[in-house]
C-alpha cells in the first residue's frame, strides 16, 4: 500500500515539474517576444503616445508674462502672538505680454493677499501683498501664498517664514493635563 501512494506521489510530482518547466519555458518565449518588439521599436526611434494622453503645445512666449520678484520668500523673524505681520512683494513683468494674475489662494486662514488686478504691461511692476496675522498661532510658521497667471509655469508661490512666541498667563489649557 505504501508503495503505491509512493508511485502516485512521485506520478504527481513529475507531472507538476513538466507542467511547472511548460509554463516557464512559455513565460521565457513570451518575455523574449516583447524584449525583441522593444529593440525594434528603439532602433526605429519610435515612441509609444499612451492611449489616455492628451496633446500638448509649447505655450507661445508672445502670449506670456514672466514674473521676477524682487524676493520670494520674506523672513519675519520673531514675533509675539497676536502680531500682524504685512509684506509687499514687487515683480516686474519679464515677459512678452501682459501678466495677468487669475488667483491668489493662501495656505490658511491666518494669511489674506492683496494684489495688482490690472494686467501688468511688459517692463513694468505689480505687487503682490501678503498679511499674516499670528492670533493663535505659535512655534514655527511658513505660510504660503500660490498665484496662478499667464506665466510659465502657470503656478508660482511665495512665502513668510519665522517663529511666533506663545502669550503667556493666557487660557488654561483645554482637556486632561498630565502631571
Known amino acids: 500500500m505504501k508503495a503505491r501512494i509512493l508511485g502516485l506521489v512521485g506520478v504527481f510530482a513529475a507531472l507538476s515539474f513538466t507542467t511547472a518547466c511548460n509554463q516557464s519555458s512559455e513565460q521565457e518565449q513570451k518575455i523574449q517576444a516583447l524584449e525583441e518588439k522593444i529593440a525594434q521599436l528603439e532602433a526605429k526611434g519610435s515612441s509609444i503616445t499612451p492611449v489616455n494622453a492628451q496633446t500638448t503645445q509649447a505655450a507661445d512666449p508672445s502670449t506670456l508674462g514672466a514674473f521676477q520678484f524682487e524676493e520670494m520668500e520674506y523672513n519675519f523673524g520673531t514675533i509675539n502672538e497676536g502680531e500682524v505681520v504685512e509684506r509687499v512683494f514687487n515683480f516686474t513683468n519679464n515677459g512678452e505680454a501682459p501678466l495677468v494674475i487669475s488667483n491668489i489662494t493662501a495656505s490658511c486662514g491666518c494669511t489674506s493677499p492683496d494684489w ?12 503682490v501683498k501678503v498679511v499674516f496675522n499670528s492670533t493663535a498661532k505659535s512655534g514655527a510658521q511658513a505660510p504660503t501664498v500660490t498665484i496662478q497667471a499667464n506665466t510659465n509655469p502657470t503656478v508660482t508661490r511665495l512665502r513668510l517664514r519665522g517663529n511666533v512666541t506663545p502669550k503667556t498667563g493666557g487660557p488654561a489649557p483645554v482637556g486632561p493635563v498630565k502631571r
Open 116 to 127: 495688482t488686478k490690472t494686467p501688468v504691461n511688459p517692463g513694468e511692476t505689480g505687487f
